[in-house]
């Protein structure tokens, strides 16, 4: 019997992952669709070294995790839609603080408390724009268990690499769902450690003074080198500064430091896109339908295509308008009213060929579902 052969949830799957990539410091509450991986957490990571706490609320956990971080540890918590809007003031307080962290949103229906146990993907825009200011943001998605592992992986690999939170955007049907996993072997994918200073204490030590290559290296807070972590706009000391230049270079470095490496952070899946006459673009559970109805059709002579999205932010701008040039129309397919639809529409020179099909009744949007739109938008002459 092969032991790295699994057959376990998906958010079961996020835990090996996270223990894969080197999670030391998890902290959380519970919440539906998410909350086997705080179950799974806490009995796994004590048996390694880690540790586990079970947080009074979500904005407390997120909290938590960035105190973890600043003092050396890979950190994760994860939640769901209301629990992710507790967390946004946290999570601007990561953005500006330049804190590494993994932050898992399994989604469900929304807004408010709306569908705790059906599946949804309306929390897209929240993680792009929850947090107010303006800010660059990386979330990753993925629609089988192989990839939500590889995903969860990058997730710490970008934290490290960009140091910035890191949202991975899950959903309740990918989250629940059962299906073989094969657990790499260690080494078999790469990880990205903490990169640390090598200024030693006593000479002084500018922890928000990137290098040539734009990476911020870190001291443990509370080890060799006193420094101050503020929300507050800052210098490369980290104290507070409202001087136009500072604040000017500050927030031009947190945008341009994920914004101009997208196309390094960009992960994708195409499918059949090289010579397809319509091409989906989909993500997550949704794109597990539109996969099973390109793969029927294209065995009935259809030329379908799919490109899926694994990277949601930085939005993959060229990839898409790439793919949305060569064929006739594109659909896009998600369980939404249309967030990454916005984007594509942006995205491409002709947006008036850009469609919609969607579900948002908590039902995962089927073969059939995604057909029906084909047919009435084929059906217009388009």
């Not at 270079?249 to 390094?264: A, C, P």
Request: hydrophobic fraction near 40%.
């Amino acid at each position: 019997m092969n032991k790295n052969i699994k057959f376990i949830q998906g958010n079961e799957v996020c835990v090996e992952a996270a223990l894969y990539a080197g999670l030391e410091f998890f902290a959380g509450y519970p919440i539906t669709p998410s909350t086997e991986i705080a179950e799974q957490m806490a009995s796994r990571l004590p048996r390694i070294g880690g540790k586990f706490l079970q947080m009074e609320d979500e904005i407390s956990s997120l909290c938590a995790i960035t105190g973890a971080s600043l003092t050396g540890h890979k950190a994760m918590t994860a939640t769901s839609g209301p629990g992710f809007s507790l967390m946004q003031e946290a999570l601007g307080y990561a953005v500006m603080a330049e804190i590494p962290c993994v932050i898992v949103n399994v989604m469900r229906g929304g807004p408010s408390t709306g569908l705790p146990t059906h599946a949804g993907q309306g929390d897209v825009n929240q993680a792009r724009y929850g947090t107010h200011g303006d800010h660059a943001i990386i979330a990753l998605t993925a629609s089988n268990h192989q990839d939500i592992f590889r995903m969860t992986v990058e997730a710490f690999n970008f934290a490290e690499t960009y140091r910035t939170p890191v949202i991975l955007l899950l959903d309740e049907a990918t989250g629940h769902l059962r299906e073989k996993i094969e657990i790499p072997e260690p080494g078999n994918i790469p990880l990205v450690k903490r990169l640390r200073t090598s200024v030693k204490s006593g000479i002084d030590y500018h922890p928000y003074l990137p290098r040539e290559d734009g990476r911020l290296p870190m001291s443990d807070f509370g080890d060799e080198h006193r420094y101050n972590v503020t929300g507050l706009y800052h210098d490369m000391w980290g104290f507070p500064s409202d001087n136009p230049k500072i604040v000017y270079g500050l927030i031009r470095h947190l945008v341009d430091k994920i914004e101009n490496n997208s196309h390094q952070i960009a992960r994708f899946r195409k499918h059949h896109v090289k010579d397809a006459d319509v091409l989906l673009i989909s993500y997550g559970a949704s794109a597990r339908s539109a996969l099973h109805l390109v793969e029927n059709r294209r065995s009935r002579g259809e030329k379908l295509g799919l490109l899926e999205l694994q990277t949601l932010w930085p939005f993959p701008v060229d990839i898409v308008r790439e793919a949305c040039n060569n064929v006739k129309f594109t659909v896009v397919v998600e369980m939404n009213m249309g967030q990454v639809l916005q984007q594509v529409r942006l995205a491409a020179d002709m947006p008036e060929k850009i469609f919609l099909a969607n579900r948002i009744d908590g039902e995962l949007i089927t073969p059939t579902d995604i057909r029906n739109i084909l047919r009435v938008i084929q059906g217009k002459g388009v």
